[in-house]
């Protein structure tokens, strides 16, 4: 078993090469992951109308994970457009402010929790590209399936990504929801 940071080989493996959203990754500094937190659905690549569509039981919850502009980034400003260079391909970062506009609206969602994980979400960043840099299984499977123009890119969009996040330009979140 190799060992790349955080992240051992047996337990993460890359499952495909889409974007990062889509890929199952730990997120070590984050509190761990419970059945109290119920379906976790990733805002990163839906449209906030989506929210309507959560159809789950009353009582349980959901944890929305998603990446947004930090609050004092302004519209078209230089780094404006730089946050939106590694969400080019998907869609565009939702304001936090928007999110949370959202699930006020939703009268079937309580508000439970709400935690900045930009810290833990930037040494997931991290650990995947090296995983990706230096695992040749994982590495393999990517060039695989985006060639190696495209494995290329991916890895230096994980980087871009995670230098925004640790700039404060980026932050990511999770809001756990009660259904009422």
Known sequence: MKNYGDVDSLNFSVTSAQHIDRLIHPLAAAPPRSVDHGTIVNLNNLPLTHLATIQLPKGSRTTLEFTSLSNHVSFLSTTYVLCLIPFLVNRLPHRFSDVLATVNDTS????????????????MLAALSTKLTYDPAARQQCVDELGIKGWRKWRLMLEFEAALVRRG???RWDVVLEIR
């Open 108 to 123: 079937r969602f309580k508000l439970s929790t709400l935690t900045n994980t930009s810290a833990a979400y930037t040494d």
């Open 169 to 171: 330009w980026l932050e």
